[in-house]
T-cell receptor
Framework: DGGITQSPKYLFRKEGQNVTLSCEQN?????MYWYRQDPGQGLRLIYY???????QKGDIAEGYSVSREKKESFPLTVTSAQKNPTAFYLC??????????FGDGTRLSIL | GQNIDQPTEMTATEGAIVQINCTYQ??????LFWYQQHAGEAPTFLSY??LDGLEEKGRFSSFLSRSKGYSYLLLKELQMKDSASYLC??????????WGAGTKLIIKP
């Protein structure tokens, strides 16, 4: 079945550590997105990519990095520079004018 | 600036009808989306409006007035499984989605 797979479902980070969240899609979608969701707030855009080997910063890119070496993969690294990383992270993809569809999310917590 | 407003929380009774409003101010408009999000899960797409008027899809309908910057999601014959947050999002000039904070809908028996 086609879809978006995020892993892991839960992730814990120690102080000073970088962690990478995986996002893979087999929908052949060109556009991919990373969002952060905090309790009681809307989704905030971290990074997005419209095409392979290209990506743009969203509203809250500081402390995060991404790569888009393959069409189906858009990993997000939460660096030690992100001082408040505890949140629910959502990856989405889109084809053309269609709605964005989401993976199941990764919940990141600080140890 | 860009802004989307929705009520924070609403309560309704099983079997009844509820209307969730959304007002927006964005830089350009390329469509409005409604998503449903159950607690701890990812959002799932419900409806899309780009022209004024009502779009009906089973028990759910969505209305748009571009001149008023206003939309609503109408849920009929409410079921307990409809307890969730409902997110309004507008696609702006740059084709990015601007998200409201969501409306938590509580259904009581």
């Amino acid at each position: 079945d086609g879809g978006i797979t995020q892993s892991p479902k839960y992730l814990f980070r120690k102080e000073g550590q970088n962690v990478t969240l995986s996002c893979e899609q087999n929908l052949n979608h060109d556009a991919m997105y990373w969002y952060r969701q905090d309790p009681g707030q809307g989704l905030r855009l971290i990074y997005y990519s419209q095409i392979v080997n290209d990506f743009q910063k969203g509203d809250i890119a500081e402390g995060y990095s991404v790569s888009r070496e393959k069409k189906e993969s858009f990993p997000l690294t939460v660096t030690s520079a992100q001082k408040n990383p505890t949140a629910f992270y959502l990856c989405a993809s889109r084809a053309g004018n269609q709605p964005q569809h989401f993976g199941d999310g990764t919940r990141l917590s600080i140890l | 600036g860009q802004n989307i407003d929705q009520p924070t929380e609403m309560t309704a009774t099983e079997g009844a009808i509820v209307q969730i409003n959304c007002t927006y101010q964005t830089s350009g408009f390329n469509g409005l989306f409604w998503y449903q999000q159950h607690a701890g899960e990812a959002p799932t797409f419900l409806s899309y409006n780009v022209l004024d008027g009502l779009e009906e899809k089973g028990r759910f309908s969505s209305f748009l007035s571009r001149s008023k910057g206003y939309s609503y999601l109408l849920l009929k014959e409410l079921q307990m499984k409809d307890s969730a947050s409902y997110l309004c999002a507008v696609r702006d000039r740059g084709y990015q989605l601007i998200w409201g904070a969501g409306t938590k809908l509580i259904i009581k028996p």
